[in-house]
C-alpha cells in the first residue's frame, strides 16, 4: 500500500486526513462505526476553561448550498477532557489534537500548560470569533 505519511510540526501522521474539530466530538461515537486507526489525526471537539452548555436548540440550519452550525462550544471543560476522554483517545493509534477556545491569552495559556502535562500530540488553537466564551 503507498506509504500516505506526513510529517506536520514534527508530529508523524500514517495519512494527512484528520477528522475536523467538532465533527467527530471526542471521538467515541464514530470509533463504534469506524476504526479510528486509519485516521491520520482526530482534532477534537473545541474544549473551554470550565464547561459550556453551549447554544439553545436548533444550533444546525440546512442551507441551498450547505449548512450553518452555531453549537455554542458545547464541552466539559478542560480538566475533564483531560481526565475522561484523552486516555481513551490515546489507545486509539492515531494523533490526537486538543482544539482549545478561550476569551484571553491567559485563558489560553492555562490550558496550553494543563494539556502540555499530558501526552497529548498536538495543540490546536480555536480563534474564531466570538462576543465571549464563558
Ligand atoms: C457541527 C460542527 C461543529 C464544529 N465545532 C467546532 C469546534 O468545536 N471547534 C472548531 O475549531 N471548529 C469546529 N467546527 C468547524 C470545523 O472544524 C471545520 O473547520 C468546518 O467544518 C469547515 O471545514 P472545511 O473548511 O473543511 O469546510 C465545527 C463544524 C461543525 C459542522
Given at each position: 500500500?503507498?506509504d500516505?505519511?506526513?510529517?506536520?510540526?514534527?508530529?508523524?501522521?500514517?495519512?494527512?486526513?484528520?477528522?475536523?474539530?467538532?465533527?467527530?466530538?471526542?471521538?467515541?461515537e464514530?470509533?463504534?462505526f469506524?476504526?479510528?486507526?486509519?485516521?491520520?489525526?482526530?482534532?477534537?471537539?473545541?474544549?473551554?476553561?470550565?464547561?459550556?452548555?453551549g447554544?439553545?436548540?436548533?444550533?444546525?440550519?440546512?442551507t441551498?448550498?450547505?449548512?450553518?452550525?452555531?453549537?455554542?462550544?458545547?464541552n466539559?471543560?478542560?480538566?475533564?477532557?483531560?481526565?475522561?476522554?484523552?486516555?481513551?483517545?490515546?489507545?486509539?493509534?492515531t494523533?490526537?489534537?486538543?482544539?482549545?477556545?478561550?476569551?484571553?491569552?491567559?485563558e489560553?495559556?492555562?490550558?496550553?500548560?494543563?494539556?502540555?502535562?499530558?501526552?497529548?500530540?498536538?495543540?490546536?488553537?480555536?480563534?474564531?470569533?466570538?462576543?465571549?466564551?464563558?
Open positions: 500500500m503507498a500516505l505519511s506526513v510529517k506536520i510540526a514534527g508530529m508523524e501522521f500514517n495519512n494527512p486526513l484528520i477528522a475536523a474539530s467538532g465533527t467527530f466530538g471526542f471521538g467515541r464514530y470509533g463504534e469506524y476504526p479510528l486507526e486509519k485516521l491520520g489525526g482526530i482534532s477534537c471537539k473545541g474544549i473551554t476553561l470550565k464547561r459550556r452548555d447554544n439553545p436548540v436548533p444550533r444546525v440550519a440546512e441551498p448550498s450547505g449548512m450553518l452550525n452555531a453549537v455554542g462550544l458545547q466539559p471543560g478542560v480538566d475533564v477532557f483531560i481526565k475522561e476522554d484523552l486516555p481513551w483517545l490515546k489507545q486509539q493509534n494523533v490526537v489534537i486538543a482544539n482549545i477556545a478561550g476569551n484571553t491569552p491567559e489560553y495559556c492555562e490550558m496550553a500548560e494543563k494539556l502540555s502535562d499530558t501526552d497529548i500530540d498536538m495543540i490546536e488553537m480555536n480563534i474564531s470569533d466570538r462576543k465571549s466564551v464563558v
